[in-house]
């Protein structure tokens, strides 16, 4: 049992651990949502101690006025790229990547959202629309965009070089550095990992080996490596109390959108409390910077490991409700691909 009474299925199957990683991205997200770009005073000021989903406030820099449970784009782009995947059995065109990508944006202005492109993904888009090639277009993503989408990928592919090709072919459009590429596979093998039956300790030593192979990938950006910061701020992280851990991820870690920051905070949220799940989704609300991407990867590697039936009940049905997910038909067929690509025959 964690803290809340929920159960914890160790057990878990891989389809109940496929939905368990979605789920956990949206129950993540929908936490972060009236959070998000608030600093973390602000975040106590306003909102106290965090232990639930609550409503945006107004004045919501991002997310003005949305309903408690509410998902924003970390949720969607991941529902966008699991359907792509299925759509193209495994492989995703890129030029109909970015015309979705324009179309979901184009969504959210008909709807008077501004929750939009992220900076690196808006730059790349841009590039393309210029005449840049598919290749070139995201040399400069370094941001934390294609991680926080990548979830799908983990599902549908196992561990493994597929899954590396696989995390390249989804986040090159706008994210196709060493930076970007790592955090991804990072979050991907992750993810994988748990959908096979890992625990978070296995989980976490498959991210760490996929973000150092990613690093090999796609255009270099100074930065420190994703792999190597993770492991070394791990130790430190461990030793903190509760509240000396989220004043040490806001003030040494970083909660901004780029991926040395925000990915690694998510990854030691992650490892810090696979047994208290939902607590510490909760924390990553109260962070300050880009909440609702951190709730959202840690959700889907806590989900992954754990299975969806360690977030609590009430807070599953309401976020499922709140946006209509159907997640059960999504990740089946990813598994379907998963199975055809540990059996090409």
Avoid at 85 to 91: K, P, V
């Amino acid at each position: 049992m964690n803290h809340s009474g929920t159960t914890i299925r160790a057990s878990a199957s891989p389809h109940q651990r496929g939905v368990g990683a979605l789920l956990g991205l949206a129950i993540g997200d929908a936490l972060g949502m009236p959070t998000q770009s608030f600093s973390r005073g602000e975040i106590a000021r306003r909102f106290g101690r965090l232990e639930g989903l609550r409503d945006a406030p107004a004045d919501q820099p991002v997310a003005p006025g949305m309903a408690a449970g509410s998902i924003t784009d970390d949720t969607e782009q991941a529902l966008m790229v699991a359907d792509l995947l299925i759509a193209g059995s495994g492989t995703i065109d890129a030029a109909e990547f970015a015309a979705a990508l324009r179309a979901w944006e184009a969504s959210m202005i008909a709807k008077g959202s501004l929750d939009l492109l992220g900076p690196s993904t808006r730059a790349a888009l841009a590039a393309l629309d210029s005449g840049v090639s598919a290749e070139e277009a995201g040399r400069a993503g370094t941001t934390n965009g294609a991680a926080m989408r990548i979830a799908p990928v983990g599902i549908a592919f196992p561990n493994g070089p597929a899954l590396l090709d696989a995390v390249v072919m989804t986040s090159r459009v706008t994210h196709n550095t060493n930076l970007g590429l790592s955090s991804a596979a990072a979050v991907a093998a992750a993810v994988s990992a748990g959908v096979d039956g890992a625990d978070m300790s296995t989980a976490l030593a498959a991210g760490v080996e996929a973000a150092a192979r990613g690093a090999s990938r796609g255009h270099w950006e100074a930065g420190a490596s994703i792999a190597q910061r993770f492991m070394a701020l791990r130790e430190q992280a461990g030793e903190r109390t509760d509240e000396e851990f989220t004043t040490y991820l806001d003030e040494v870690v970083g909660t901004s959108v780029q991926s040395q920051e925000s990915v690694v905070s998510a990854l030691l949220i992650a490892d810090r409390y696979r047994e208290r799940p939902f607590e510490g989704l909760c924390v990553a609300a109260t962070l300050g910077g880009d909440t609702d991407t951190i709730g959202a990867i840690a959700g889907a590697i806590l989900g992954a490991t754990l299975g969806g039936d360690a977030f609590p009940a009430s807070v599953r049905e309401h976020v499922g409700h709140v946006n209509d997910l159907h997640l059960d038909t999504r990740v089946e067929a990813l598994l379907k691909l998963r199975r055809r690509s540990k059996d090409p025959t």
